[in-house]
């Protein structure tokens, strides 16, 4: 069986959010996933640095807004918790219907 292949948003741009690219990525080459990395969404475009993988931002925030009807599932690619936590409850409530996928390596045992 053949799965339709969904667009996975990661939310941050730094070290955790390009470890989970990777992941995804190695994820992507299982037959059983269904995910697809689409880019990095980032809360202030102002903020990247030379850590942030800035060729893979799609844009900020609002971007999500406007093209929300294009992604299938966010993930949380924050370390530090308090943003962490104030990004994901802001997104989770305004937009219920994306899915936050539980992303684990094969590997893992």
Do not use: K
Request: aromatic share 6%; hydrophobic share 45%.
């Amino acid at each position: 069986m053949t799965r339709v292949r969904r667009s996975l948003v990661i939310l941050g741009a730094a070290g955790m959010a390009q470890e989970l690219r990777w992941l995804i990525e190695e994820l992507s080459t299982e037959a059983d996933s269904p995910w697809d990395f689409a880019g990095y969404l980032v809360s202030d475009l102002d903020q990247l640095t030379d850590l942030d993988d800035r060729g893979r931002v799609l844009g900020d925030l609002v971007w999500l807004g406007d093209h929300c009807d294009s992604v299938d599932g966010l993930v949380l690619g924050i370390g530090t918790p308090g943003p962490r936590l104030t990004v994901g409850r802001q997104l989770a409530v305004a937009h219920p219907d994306l899915e936050w996928p539980v992303l684990v390596h094969p590997s893992v045992s």
